[in-house]
């Protein structure tokens, strides 16, 4: 198809056929992620608006051209769409993906159709793991790494006896049992735990007496989204924040945090890469970003976007366009053999697997007293450096790694 | 200590109590489904969005300036426009209501000689527009609200510290699950209306104007669906998605009191709040399921719920 549209071209007429040969070297960037559901907030157009800004601050050159796609939290859809950009569009790199069942679905399309993906907000740690490609880069985070930074970190500050509320589900439970290892492995001990129904609570408070009457110091919230929302808001009306125990959530963003307020929120123990007020790099690359994101400040999973993109177009850069377009693998080969260096992460590298590794940040949300700005939320209580932050190579079971 | 079942008796006594406040939220919400149903003979699937828009209406009450700007910077209105949660509690339900009046005017009135399930269709997805919309205005992780200074801090029970927001909600959900009862089965209006749905022609021929009642019927029951969203505003996540959470266990609550059945609904709400609060401390991963199991039993033994009229 694209090869007849460049013979018409040329018989048409010569000088046209040199934007036709322009058009095969734009680099296509697809930012396929929820843009309308649950997940909008943590990904949407907050990511979308990192991707333009690592464009506009690392295209040196290239002509770039960046798509949308809202995968509604489907994986067929997300498989459809990638499936279009990639045949019909000529899309280059697919990033952010948020939902992890979306995010496996993706990494199979880009490893069959030899194109880049780089996973920023989906959490599974299957995606380095088991389900491990050479098209795949998985940037930001992953469940083993907020497990092993809020668990171990946390007992690290004293906080060694935990107690967990748990969404009844897949997610829930392992993220249960990844923590409760490195709790144990760090010297605390796990005087309990709840299973609550998932989907279809909305009210936690009796299952926040159960954790308060087991005098744990830790209150461990394995769940996500709106549940987490509602746990946290009830444990402050109950008063177990102020009574002295600290909630650790395991999965909880800076926008989870303003949409909760500093009122309910504070105290609250998490785990993010990045966080926007951490040093005079995060903060420059916020203040750049801020005017394309409405005012809303990034949080590690949209920071994300902005590093992965930015790395993909240095070594798009460094490779050449028509060879980068080539193929996928070869792609992430010359991103995993250059070291990472930009504003949101600092230095860092990306391994065998697709691991990008990074320091990660152990945060406590302030009191409303000590907030001094808008969305001024966090002050850090422990760093993991970049080579303990994430599981050892050896243990994920990556098919690339034992090749 | 007492203990029961061999879980300490203030732990119990705890759990019941916070059930019973549950169930005064099942209970207002299905009492507005309960009024719908039986009035105007359409089942509102939007009553779980238009108890959103109640919260977020106090929300925007409270905050004009906040979502102004989002719609357009530089947008403001003066400080004193801005409503607490006091005077929240009558205007969002009536300008939800009002809503709620414009949509039973403009689309809803069209289908009451069609069977059920197209008034069922129409409302599920008009609940899908609106909290679509809501969701691209507000985006999904929702807004904060302060539980009103008056009501900050815990009562001690005796066997538990409770918030003293938590028996406010009992106490107003109760309330007004009380006044509406009164209005529908006690008051010369309640009678107009229960024999409007028997007979329309025939309440028509006594110069009652049937339609404009119905209409307010529905504004009301619309009411009580955002009545309960302001009271659920400083306890549960403000976000779009937050009526369809409870709308399922809602029906499931009208269905076993008996579809339309006032008493029938307030009653059933408070029981199973009750219920599911027990399970929570006994079995948990089955706290919501057990509202579908009683449904079930319920509905083996008495088809039509059980204060519900045999068809």
Redesign the interface.
């Known amino acids: 198809m694209i090869r007849r549209r460049a013979l018409l071209a040329a018989a048409a007429a010569a000088p046209l056929a040199r934007p036709a040969r322009a058009q095969a070297s734009v680099v296509k960037i697809g930012v396929l992620n929820d843009q ?7 990904s ?1 157009p907050t990511s979308v608006a990192c991707v333009r800004q690592a464009v506009e601050d690392g295209a040196r050159g290239l002509s770039v051209e960046v798509l949308t796609g809202d995968h509604q939290n489907k994986p067929d859809i997300g498989a459809s769409i990638a499936r279009q950009w990639i045949d019909r569009d000529g899309v280059d790199m697919i990033i952010d993906v948020a939902n992890s069942g979306v995010a496996l679905a993706i990494n199979g399309v880009c490893k069959e159709k030899d194109r880049v993906y780089i996973n920023s907000t989906g959490a599974t740690a299957d995606l380095t793991g088991p389900a491990c490609a050479a098209t795949t880069v998985h940037w930001t985070y992953d469940t083993w790494m907020l497990a092993h930074s809020t668990g171990a970190a946390m007992v690290g500050a004293g906080g060694d006896t935990w107690f967990f509320v748990t969404a ?1 589900y897949a997610f829930g439970t392992a993220l249960e049992r990844d923590t409760t290892n490195f709790v144990k492995q760090a010297g605390g001990k796990v005087l309990g735990s ?4 998932f ?5 936690f ?3 926040l ?2 954790a308060q ?1 087991s005098r744990a110091k830790v209150v461990g919230i394995c769940n996500a ?2 549940d987490t ?2 746990t946290i ?2 444990a402050a ?3 177990l924040t102020r009574s002295g125990v600290k909630l650790a959530g395991l999965l909880v963003f800076l ?2 945090v ?4 500093l ?2 929120a504070q105290g609250l123990v998490l785990t993010e890469s990045f966080y926007w007020d951490l040093n005079d790099r995060t903060r420059s690359f916020t203040r750049r970003v801020l005017p394309k994101t ?1 005012g809303v400040h990034p949080a590690m999973s949209h920071a994300g976007c902005y590093g992965g993109a930015l790395h993909y177009l240095k070594a798009v850069a460094d490779m050449g366009a028509a060879e980068a377009k080539r193929s996928g693998g070869a792609t992430v080969a010359r991103m995993k053999a250059m070291p990472t260096d930009d504003d949101a992460f600092g230095a860092g590298s990306i391994r065998a697997d697709g691991r990008k590794l990074h320091p990660v940040y152990l945060f406590e949300v302030k009191k409303p007293g000590e907030s001094k700005a808008p969305w001024d939320y966090y002050k850090l209580i422990a760093t993991t450096p970049a080579e303990q932050a994430f599981r050892p190579l050896n243990e994920g079971g990556c098919p690339l790694v034992r090749a | 200590m007492i203990s029961i079942f061999g879980v ?1 008796g203030p ?1 119990l006594f ?2 019941l109590s ?2 019973l406040i ?1 169930g005064a939220f099942y209970a207002l919400l299905s009492l507005g489904l309960a009024v719908i149903f039986g009035m105007l003979n359409i089942i509102n699937f939007a009553h779980g969005a238009l108890f959103m828009l109640g919260a977020f209406a106090s929300w925007m009450l409270l905050v004009p300036n906040t979502w102004l700007a ?1 719609i357009s910077p530089g947008l403001s209105v003066p400080d004193w426009l801005s409503l607490g949660y006091w005077p929240a509690l009558v205007v969002a339900p009536v300008l939800v209501g009002a809503f709620g009046l414009l949509l039973e005017r403009t689309v809803i009135r069209r289908l009451y000689k069609l069977d059920h399930l197209y008034g069922l269709l129409l409302t599920f997805g008009m609940a899908l527009i609106i909290e ?1 919309l809501a ?2 205005a507000f ?9 009103p200074d008056a009501l900050q801090g ?1 009562v001690n029970l005796g066997f ?2 409770m ?1 003293k ?2 028996l406010w909600v009992l106490l107003a959900a109760g309330g007004m699950c009380l006044l509406t009862w009164f209005l529908i089965e006690r008051t010369q209006l309640g009678a107009r209306l229960r024999a409007a749905t028997e007979n329309p022609d025939l309440v028509q021929a006594f110069g009652v104007n049937v339609p404009r009642m119905i209409s307010l019927t529905y504004a009301g029951g619309v009411a009580l669906a955002a009545f309960a969203g302001v009271l659920a505003a ?4 403000v ?1 779009p ?2 009526g369809s ?2 709308i ?2 809602v029906f499931a609550v009208v269905v076993i009191g008996g579809m339309g059945s006032i008493l029938g609904s307030i009653v059933t709400g408070f029981g199973l709040g009750i219920v599911e ?1 027990l399970t ?2 006994f079995y ?6 057990v509202i579908f199991v009683v449904m079930v039993i319920v509905l083996l033994a008495r088809p039509a719920g059980l204060f519900g009229k045999a068809a």
């Open positions: 309308s559901g649950v997940y909008r907030d943590i949407g009844d709840v299973r609550h129904p989907p279809g609570n909305t009210d408070s009796s299952f007496l159960q009457a989204g709106t929302v509602n808001k009830q009306e109950f008063g926008n989870d303003h949409a909760l307020g009122e309910a409405g | 300490p732990l705890g759990q916070l059930g549950n989002m679509g969701r691209n985006g999904s992780s929702g807004m904060p609200y302060r539980t815990p538990m510290f918030p927001y938590r400083p306890i549960y996540s976000n998605n937050m959470n409870f399922i266990t609060g929570k401390v948990p991963q089955a706290s919501a399921t």
